[in-house]
């Protein structure tokens, strides 16, 4: 005998665990702590920014640091260096940071198949926040992230993140800002899997390169 169905088992379980549960007992009624640390130590905001620069490079994205002035000539540059010839931006992409890129721009839009997202060279979108402790760059779809397709199906994203209000410590903290009703894609490092021999994969499911780049200032005016 084998005891029935792995989900016979389980509900078994269940059952055996609830059995001295009075039936007028709410989960509410005992509300469960959440006293844990918010993150891990003290850090002044400058080094919680290092720290998301030193987390990113762990995860193989490529860091950039500029001030807001500086944002449109280093986007020029970077997708000078890459070659590419189309990119694909949000419809609310502030307009000054392309304003001297070498490049087509590709307005996010539904109408977009697949095969054009695919075709096209480069991403620009900013972010929603950044967390350091973990490395990871949060989109919300908000107006200059555009869709979420249009960060994974093009195979180089360069993502925007401004240092004076969107780099948080910990995901705790993430959470408390982020909103779980927008449809949230979490992104630590270019796309990567591994196979059961352990050789790692780029570009499998999104961008084979991510490169972040860390503004001092607001360049939302530009």
């Known amino acids: ?3 029935g169905t792995s989900r016979e088992r389980i509900l078994g379980r269940v059952r055996r665990a609830l059995a001295d549960v009075p039936p007028s007992e709410h989960p509410g009624d005992h509300p469960v702590a959440r006293d844990y640390a918010v993150q ?3 850090r002044t905001h ?4 290092g720290l998301l620069a030193e987390n990113l490079e762990d995860y193989r994205a490529r860091v950039h640091r500029t001030d807001a002035p500086g944002l449109p000539a280093l986007l020029a540059r970077l997708l000078g260096e890459r070659g590419a010839r189309r990119v694909v931006v949000p419809a609310g992409l502030p307009g000054g940071w392309l304003a001297g890129a070498p490049a087509e721009l590709v307005l996010d839009s539904p109408v977009l198949t697949d095969h054009e997202l695919d075709s096209v060279d480069s991403v620009v979108t900013g972010c929603a926040l950044a967390i ?3 490395g990871t760059v949060v989109l919300d779809a908000g107006p ?3 869709s979420r397709r249009i960060t994974l199906i093009p195979d180089h994203h360069l993502c925007v993140v401004r240092t004076d209000d969107q780099v948080v410590g910990s995901v705790p903290q993430a959470i408390r800002r982020l909103t779980p009703a927008r449809p949230l894609t979490w992104i630590s490092g270019p796309s990567a ?3 059961i021999e352990l050789e790692r994969v780029e570009g499998v499911h999104g961008p084979r390169t991510l490169e ?5 200032g607001d360049p939302r005016e530009l």
Not at 46 to 49: D, L, R, W
Not at 212 to 216: H, P, Q
């Open 132 to 134: 350091a402790e973990t």
């Open 46 to 49: 400058s080094a919680t920014v």
């Open 40 to 42: 891990h130590g003290e």
């Open 144 to 146: 200059d992230q555009g």
């Open 193 to 195: 899997t591994s196979d």
């Open 212 to 216: 972040v780049i860390l503004v001092a």
């Open 1 to 3: 005998m084998n005891g």
